[in-house]
């Protein structure tokens, strides 16, 4: 199932709304020091939790309808401006799942465009007014070698993250 190429076939970019998953969460979470293939997230620590969120530049972001519906937009323009194969998209409330092929460009690159232009077309939209980003600082890029890797992450994007949400604004 692998591939002969220097470069993956797609990527599962997924970033996350400003402060929706801290540190010391009982998800557990990342940091660098522990960020190796399946090494297991630190654990719960709310002594850790509440300074991260007494450091927080507001209250935690959850999109609502307008937002989620402007960004899935604008994540599909851009694909379509830069002539990426956008395959899944699934804009929830607290994160945003892409799954996307670059050609030649990184999955940063990717990134970088989906949130600063997301943040972009929110501004003009009057949807979104705090001096800060929306988003976390840190995403998670998956890369994928293989027909079979694409169709799971297509499948988890698309299938895997409960149902389509309903229009509580």
């Known amino acids: ?9 797609a990527y599962l970019i997924t970033f996350r709304c400003y402060g929706t998953w801290l540190h010391g969460d009982e998800r557990g979470s990342i940091n ?25 530049k507001s209250e935690k972001i959850s ?19 830069k002539d990426w194969v956008l395959h ?5 409330t607290n994160h945003v799942h892409t799954v996307v092929s ?8 990717a990134l970088n465009a989906f ?7 929110l501004k003009e939209n009057d949807c979104w007014n705090l001096s800060h980003s929306p988003w976390s600082d840190k995403e998670s890029k998956r ?11 297509i499948e988890y994007v698309v299938s895997g993250q409960g149902g389509k949400l309903p229009d509580f604004d």
């Not at 199932?1 to 076939?9: F, S």
């Not at 399946?38 to 620590?45: F, H, R, V």
């Not at 949130?115 to 077309?121: A, I, L, W």
């Not at 890369?143 to 992450?153: D, G, H, I, R, T």
């Open 63 to 81: 999109l609502n309808s307008r937002q989620r519906e402007i960004i899935e937009k604008t994540i599909r323009e851009v694909c379509e401006f």
């Open 143 to 153: 890369f994928l070698w293989n027909e079979k890797s694409l169709e799971s992450a």
């Open 115 to 121: 949130k600063s232009y997301s943040t972009k077309k």
């Open 1 to 9: 199932m692998w591939n002969d190429r220097d470069t993956p076939i």
């Open 32 to 56: 660098r020091l522990n960020n190796k293939y399946q090494t297991p997230y630190l654990e719960a620590n709310q002594i850790w939790e509440n300074q991260n969120k007494a450091m927080l």
């Open 88 to 92: 899944a998209i699934n804009v929830r």
């Open 102 to 109: 670059t050609g030649k460009h990184s999955a940063d690159s």
